[in-house]
Structures are given as structure tokens and as C-alpha cells.
């Protein structure tokens, strides 16, 4: 089970950090990655870890701006996004899968967070 939480309303040009805690079967055979979807467009892969030896992935048009990282004794993920714009405003949402390929395809993760909404004002 996931959960995930940290979103807000934020001035374009702030940060915030979002987390997804893990809780139930855990194993460091696994990946979890950062999904977005705004309103009217698809889910869309922001950025992933890989849960042994720590390797991450980005979107993008996130590069730079965000980074994710792993707090294996607390079973958490973090996302830190900074120089948020307007348009990253979306809900996030954070998923599971068994096996240490991050895919950034959402059919590849079995457990997803309920989300968190991010808005960026202008």
C-alpha cells in the first residue's frame, strides 16, 4: 500500500517536496516511480528510483529541477521539485512495482498512491 502526500499551491518559482511512504510487503527488489496527470491528458512518468543501488530517472522536462531519492528505513520516496511553473500543476501520484526496472510506462507499476495535488500559480 502507498500513500502519498506533500502537495500544495505554490508560486511559480517555488519547491515542494512530495513523499510516498510504502507500507506492507517491502523489498528492495523493486522500483517506484513519480506519475503526473494533468487535467484532460494522460499519466505521464515524471521521474523513478530504483530501490537497490539507489539509480533514478527523469522525465525531461524535469531535469534539473527535480530529484528523487530513497529513505529505505522509513520506506519512503521523495520527490523534490524546485522552479516550479504553471505547468506542472497536476496530480501526482507515486507507484510500486516488483522488480528493479524503472519503466516509464504506467502499466508496469501494481500498487499506486491515491495522489496529491500540485498547483503552480502564476
Known amino acids: 500500500q502507498l500513500q502519498a502526500f506533500g502537495g500544495g499551491l505554490v508560486q511559480a518559482g517555488g519547491s515542494l517536496r512530495l513523499s510516498c511512504v510504502a507500507s506492507?510487503?517491502?523489498?528492495?527488489?523493486?522500483?517506484t516511480g513519480w506519475f503526473r496527470q494533468a487535467p484532460g491528458k494522460e499519466r505521464e512518468f515524471v521521474a523513478g528510483?530504483?530501490?537497490?543501488?539507489?539509480?533514478?530517472y527523469y522525465a525531461s522536462f524535469v531535469k534539473g529541477r527535480a530529484t528523487i531519492s530513497k529513505n529505505s528505513a522509513k520506506n519512503t520516496v521523495y520527490l523534490q521539485m524546485n522552479s516550479l511553473k504553471p505547468e506542472d500543476t497536476a496530480v501526482y501520484y507515486c507507484a510500486l512495482r516488483w522488480g528493479s526496472t524503472v519503466h516509464q510506462t504506467a502499466e508496469y507499476y501494481n500498487n499506486w498512491g491515491q495522489g496529491t495535488q500540485v498547483t503552480v500559480s502564476n
Open positions: 506492507g510487503r517491502t523489498s528492495n527488489d523493486a522500483a
Open positions: 528510483i530504483r530501490w537497490s543501488g539507489g539509480n533514478t
